[in-house]
């Protein structure tokens, strides 16, 4: 079956003592797919390294659509993904590995990692389209505001899925898709903090492409996005 997806893979952020409305993304991303013709949207939880493997390589990843993407939803500290109370964290090294083995045999496009800070390891990013589908890594490096990184998340989508095939082999064409969906917001705007530090949204965001095709390799182009923006 043609078609798209989005995989969502979340951590619960809270404890039902801490917060009993648990939130989460996925009512938000099922709005997009309510909005967008032919695109679904298939979420389920994770709380540790077995839990993540299994919900993405066992449940996930069988779907009938074609080109998929994926989003990791989840609190963050440092190189490590979840943790805390709710769950075992895993390392982001971890994380990735188990995502080269999936998207080896799958056609994963994207990665968004709705997560604070991980998008500071720049160097790690860099290494997660490398000899498979992937073609963007898109990541925070500080922490984050919740529902405005969730809508800048959902605009990301929005766009990046509107992409045909062949512009996954232009390097322009995909940083385009960006500007278009980071236009919407503020570069000047707070979105999260590092200590005592307040971030702006052009200070946040780390996006990592490498289009389809022979000789391409990965690039930290978070400079010419945000060249591009004007920000």
Known sequence: MAGKAMLVLERPWWR?????????????????????????????NFYGIESFQKALESDLTHTRESRLYLYIASHGNGKMIGGGEIGQGMRLSTMLSKLDATANYKNIEGVVIGSCEIGGNVDELMEAPVGNSIVWVFGYNCEIDWIGSTLIDISLFENLTNLRESDLRHRDKIVNAFVRSLRKFAGDYQIGNNTDEKILLKDAITLVVQPRGKGNRPKDDTAKLIEKLKW
């Open 16 to 44: 039902p003592d801490e917060n009993p409305k648990r939130p989460s993304v996925f009512p938000f991303l099922q709005g997009l797919a309510n909005y967008t013709d032919n695109f679904s949207v298939y979420h389920s």
